[in-house]
């Protein structure tokens, strides 16, 4: 089993940064992927990034594309969001997960919030 553990959220106002970070720990799978989601009050549960653990391929929503940074530092099984020029409608749980494919994540953190002022 794979244990997640976010940190770094916050209220920010906007056009400020925050950087995210999801301590994995536990039995990964090989060549997983790991991504960051979100969900606001109201809405269903969104893709926002992911990565490859192995060769650090990424993919972003295009909400966020040119914003936010997904990396990965293998030596402290840690993923980061950077997110830059924060926008109100980032306000969200943001979410780390673990997958087997990059479809399917079946681990997932607790969340942590991130709050956007205008």
């Known amino acids: 089993q794979v244990q997640l553990v976010e940190s770094g959220g916050g209220l920010v106002q906007a056009g400020a940064s925050l950087r995210l970070s999801c301590l994995v720990s536990?039995?990964?799978?090989?060549?997983?992927?790991m991504g960051w989601f979100r969900q606001a009050p109201g809405k269903e549960r969104e893709f926002v990034a992911r990565i490859t653990w192995s060769g650090g391929s990424t993919y972003y929503a295009d909400s966020v594309k040119g914003r936010f940074t997904i990396s990965r530092d293998n030596a402290k099984n840690t993923v980061y969001l950077q997110m830059n020029s924060l926008k109100p409608e980032d306000t969200a749980v943001y979410y780390c997960?673990?997958?087997?494919?990059?479809?399917?994540?079946?681990?997932w953190g607790q969340g942590t919030q991130v709050t956007v002022s205008s």
């Open positions: 997960a673990c997958g087997s494919t990059s479809q399917t994540y079946e681990d």
């Open positions: 536990g039995r990964t799978r090989r060549n997983f992927f």
